[in-house]
């Protein structure tokens, strides 16, 4: 199977292609040719290939800015996290266009990259049980580089254990000069005391100091950035009105999206609308993530890679 542009074979190895997303194209109408799997066996929720493609909710131009006018988010709504709710299937909202778009696992906790790097510290969990209750943390990640970012910081149960993994890789807590809670579930946001003196974004709230607050466009749909072209938060609501992801450009595998909980998981159709207060809100955001993201790290899985391109002949044996 060849590897697609610019990546390079022992890379793409690592991340044997799974799932692929049904798309509007013919090619996709029926099945995924490049990977060889139906598309429905993955993703089958997403079924109408008549309607045409959606405007996304966000659009990165080269230099990775934002086309703003989004309308503001509805007010989140108090819910239980980790409680199912019924899937919403009134707005699916329409299919996937454009190219195929597949997934695989990274296999890997570090993207590398100059001057960015992606390390995932945590790995996220869920995990349901026999009780009825659910088990699960959060995805930690460490974004290096002229400015060090700390994406979730867990649930507040993990103190200790997040103390260790940022020791394990020489970061002091007051090294760390950003800390973005994707979204305020306590999973995510346990651990905010740890750094104080950080800049702090934990939804669509910015602070920097003794309780100081700062403007900011993500409620219009503008990135915040931490270092401009290069690593930005960006909105992608649904999951929570005021969601937020950390888009990282120019490593060796390409744009990273640190997504927390716009993905459960790879392959986690059968969960994340049950999770959320907006699924078809969610919806565009997570379509608009596979359009520019080479890798996604979820908030409760690996990191999974995003393969986009038309279908190919596999490599002869
Ligand atoms: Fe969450």
Redesign the pocket.
């Known amino acids: 199977m060849a590897a697609p542009a610019g990546l390079s074979r022992k890379l793409f190895k690592m991340a044997a292609p799974r799932n692929c997303f049904r798309s509007a194209s013919p090619l996709l109408s029926e099945a995924c040719p490049r990977w060889r799997r139906p598309a429905e066996e993955c993703f089958p929720s997403v079924t109408s290939a008549e309607e045409p493609a959606p405007p996304l909710p966000h659009v990165v131009a080269p230099g990775s800015h934002f086309r703003s006018g989004l309308t503001r988010a509805p007010p989140a709504r108090g819910r239980d ?1 980790w409680r199912q709710r019924p899937a919403q299937t009134s707005d699916p909202g329409p299919p996937m266009s454009g190219p195929p778009v597949c997934t695989a696992p990274l296999g890997a906790p570090l993207i590398p990259g100059t001057p960015y790097s992606v390390l995932v510290l945590q790995e996220g969990y869920s995990r349901a049980l026999p009780d009825g209750r659910t088990e699960a943390d ?1 995805s930690v990640t460490l974004v290096r580089g002229p400015q060090l970012t700390l994406v979730d910081t867990g649930g507040p149960w993990g103190r200790e254990q997040l103390l260790a993994q940022l020791a394990a890789q020489g970061v002091a807590p007051g090294a760390v000069t950003h800390v973005v809670c994707t ?1 305020g ?1 306590s ?2 946001a346990g651990n905010l005391n740890l750094f104080p003196q950080a800049t702090l974004l934990v939804g669509f709230d910015l602070s920097r100091g003794r309780g100081l607050y700062l403007p900011h466009g993500l409620g219009a749909g503008a990135p915040y950035p931490i270092d401009p072209g290069r690593v930005e938060v960006v909105p992608t609501p649904g ?2 009105a005021a969601h937020t992801s950390v888009l990282v450009q120019g490593t060796a595998l390409g744009s990273v999206l640190v997504a ?2 716009l993905f459960e998981r790879e392959a986690d159709e059968d969960v994340w609308r049950g ?1 959320s207060e907006d699924p078809a809100r969610q919806e565009r955001s997570r379509r608009w993530a596979l359009s520019v993201a080479d890798v996604v790290i979820p ?1 409760h899985g690996p990191p999974f890679r995003v393969l986009r391109g038309e279908p190919q002949a596999p490599e002869p044996n």
Do not use: A, I, M, V
């Open positions: 996290h959060g979204h579930h999973d995510h999951h929570t927390g909980d999770l908030g």
